[in-house]
């Protein structure tokens, strides 16, 4: 070896000390870019993908009317929920309410409702001739795994005149936590008092059959792929994938569907002067909601740090979203926010403070 | 090493030696230093792992292993149906892909002419380049349905008598998860298992021809024979990956948490339950759970490290005893 040894040995030292400054080097930039505030003028979010196409819409509008920039991804609820409580974003987008322990470790976050959809049933029934029909009771039996046939005598009797296979039932849930399941289950443990004792409420629940998949396009393609197969997926996207989906009784005795009428009737009902977010509940409407009310639907809401830098931004920009914002949803089958939710929100938009 | 010869040093050379001293040294920080940050970082991550499953260690006491529940509603945890998707779907993988990877490595060194035995090797390989989200996906469009639709009902036909083969066929369940965890550790077996026959001694193998053994009585008591700890080895490294395996698994398993009677109805594995749930734990006891499954699946991934050791070590000196 001798010499070349040497060499070696040399090549081998300088070879390290130059990946150490290279090393040092990148993450000395790294850090430094990191610690780089975005610009004043900039809002940074994220969370439900179910807001996603609205928020989406609002961006270039809102930059337009107010010049302020937001930056907003898709990354589910639970994820959101998460990263503004972090406060590594300025704002975080759910489909459901912080629970307790969330709002705890938020600390002092606003929940405030900016959108409004409703939540579609989608099946996969083959030779089905028109659309099927089901009500709260049917589909918490379905859901609790009691009724496990289309051909059942409980769907056929909601259903004269409809050729209903002798299929087997797949349902079909969301496997991560997800502000879908929780409208749903909300609705289901409204009308059935067997899903409230044994399954209950939230954005994941234990359900009692079925198979979980990821995502609003998760159980969507399950669904697509399983002959016999339902689940449930907010209506803006059952619609824009062509999805059939059922229309459900109502305590009008209706049989409604989600689109903006559906939904509108639905939240007709809510009290004039909203103080509470608990009351925003409009799933399961009373029988004066009329025959067109849509019985699931759902707020989605922004969640934001009640003390923030960048406090005089977020406010002009979530008052923007729930006043003007509100008319780029129908077209995205998101229903414009009542006039008393709006009351609750310009109240909850107070309460964030600069630093 | 070289045998130095000491002549009268120029004060040049003398500095250049002292020069590679050193590196040496600096060579030697470099690599102390290496190692000793993996080790740091390995207990750093067991004790933030076990330290924030506490609060549900506290809660649950041990009888959270064999408890059968999951429920964020009434926060009720336990980790039995994790485990038992874990293990199900892992040791299937196993049984499923130990026969077929010593059948790829024997047919790529003992049987393939060379021109065909290495782009096969190669392709083999590069199977495990496909990242798992990839192959799950994969699982979901294009496996899941066709197990369901052919393979599930043939197995149906012919072992149905068997609890784990009755019930509905489905897209998603602990036979989908644990095909495609076959897919996944094939690669790595047959590589290993490959490297180890083309390291048998040509002469042993040549030997037992000569002194008028078939080729399968050469393959089987030589080959085999000197290659049987590594290709234990191999097996465990395998079980390994599937006991780690999260997104593949979560895509094709069907994320139901119960303990399935039939292997074709959905259940959950602990990677797959972390991945889908951590995100958007609703409660810190939820939270902790799912560290607390984290915690379980490092122990159990340890056990399979440490028993592969101890079986290669068993092995060796039951072969130098031959």
């Not at chain 1, 977010?277 to 849509?294: E, F, H, N, S, W």
């Not at chain 2, 047919?107 to 990242?131: D, H, K, N, S």
């Not at chain 2, 996906?137 to 083969?165: A, K, N, T, Y």
């Amino acid at each position: 070896m001798g010499e070349r040894g040497r060499n070696m040995k040399r090549a081998l030292a300088l070879a390290f000390a130059l990946i150490v400054v290279v090393a040092v080097a990148v993450f000395a930039g790294r850090t430094q870019s990191a610690s780089a505030k975005p610009e004043a003028d900039s809002l940074v979010g994220t969370g439900s993908t179910f807001v996603f196409p609205l928020v989406s819409k609002w961006i270039p509008a809102v930059d337009n009317a107010l010049g302020i920039k937001v930056t907003y991804t898709g990354t589910g609820s639970g994820t959101g929920i998460a990263q503004v409580t972090a406060r590594s974003v300025d704002f975080g987008a759910s489909d459901a309410p912080l629970s307790p322990d969330q709002a705890s470790a938020c600390k002092s976050c606003v929940v405030i409702p900016w959108g409004l959809a409703g939540m579609s049933i989608p099946y996969n029934v083959p030779g089905l001739n028109g659309r099927l029909r089901l009500s709260g009771p049917v589909l918490a039996n379905i859901f609790l795994g009691n009724i496990t046939n289309w051909n059942s005598a409980a769907i056929k009797a909601l259903n004269p005149g409809r050729n209903l296979p002798d299929k087997k039932i797949t349902v079909v849930y969301r496997a991560d936590s997800s502000g879908s399941t929780y409208a749903v289950t909300g609705y289901l443990s409204e009308v059935s008092p067997q899903w409230k004792s044994k399954v209950g409420q939230g954005t994941s629940v234990n359900f009692p059959v079925g198979t979980g998949a990821r995502g609003s396009s998760g159980v969507a393609g399950v669904v697509k792929s399983t002959e016999g197969a339902i689940t449930y997926v907010d209506a803006a996207y059952s619609i824009t994938n062509h999805l059939q989906f059922a229309t459900i009784k109502n305590r009008a005795g209706g049989y409604a569907t989600p689109g903006v009428r559906g939904v509108t009737a639905a939240v007709s009902t809510l009290p004039k002067k909203i103080t509470n977010i608990a009351q925003l509940k409009i799933v399961d409407p009373p029988t004066r909601a009329g025959k067109m009310a849509y019985p699931i639907s759902t707020f989605t809401y922004v969640i934001v740090p009640t003390s923030s830098s960048k406090a005089g931004d977020l406010r002009k920009f979530i008052y923007w979203a729930v006043t003007q914002g509100q008319k780029f949803g129908p077209p995205l089958f998101f229903v414009p926010l009542p006039t008393s939710v709006k009351g609750f929100t310009y109240r909850e938009i107070k309460k964030i403070q600069g630093t | 090493m070289t045998t130095t010869t000491f002549e009268p040093a120029a004060p040049e050379t003398d500095l250049r030696r002292r020069g590679i001293r050193l590196g040496d040294l600096f060579f030697r920080g470099i690599a102390v230093a290496a190692a000793l940050a993996a080790t740091v970082l390995l207990g750093l991550i067991a004790w933030k792992v076990f330290d924030l499953a506490r609060p549900a260690f506290q809660d649950f006491g041990l009888s959270f292993v064999w408890t059968e529940a999951w429920n964020p509603v009434t926060n009720d945890f336990g980790a039995l149906i994790f485990i038992y998707g874990t293990v199900v779907t892992s040791l299937i993988a196993l049984v499923l892909a130990t026969p077929l990877s010593i059948a790829i490595a024997l047919f790529l060194t003992e049987m393939a002419p060379r021109r065909v035995a290495g782009p096969i090797a190669t392709m083999v390989e590069l199977l495990a380049a496909i990242p798992s989200v990839v192959l799950g996906l994969w699982g979901i469009l294009v496996f899941g349905p066709w197990v369901r639709d052919h393979l599930e009902p043939w197995l149906q036909s012919v072992l149905g008598f068997l609890p784990m083969f009755s019930g509905d066929p489905n897209q998603a369940g602990i036979l989908p998860a644990a095909l495609v965890l076959t897919i996944m550790i094939i690669p790595i077996t047959s590589a290993i298992c490959r490297e180890l026959f083309l390291r048998v001694p040509r002469d042993l193998i040549d030997g037992s021809l000569a002194l008028g053994s078939t080729r399968w009585e050469a393959i089987r008591g030589v080959m085999f024979a000197y290659a049987a700890p590594g290709i234990a080895a191999a097996v465990l490294l395998g079980l390994g990956r599937a006991f780690g395996e999260a997104i593949a698994v979560n895509q094709t398993i069907g994320n139901h948490s119960v303990i399935p009677s039939s292997w074709f109805a959905p259940g959950d594995s602990l990677g797959s339950k972390i991945a889908s749930s951590y995100a958007g734990a609703t409660s810190h006891l939820e939270a902790s759970s799912l560290l607390y499954l984290a915690a379980i699946l490092m122990v159990i991934s340890l056990i399979a490290n440490v028993s592969a050791q101890f079986i290669v070590v068993r092995f060796e000196r039951a072969r130098r005893g031959l």
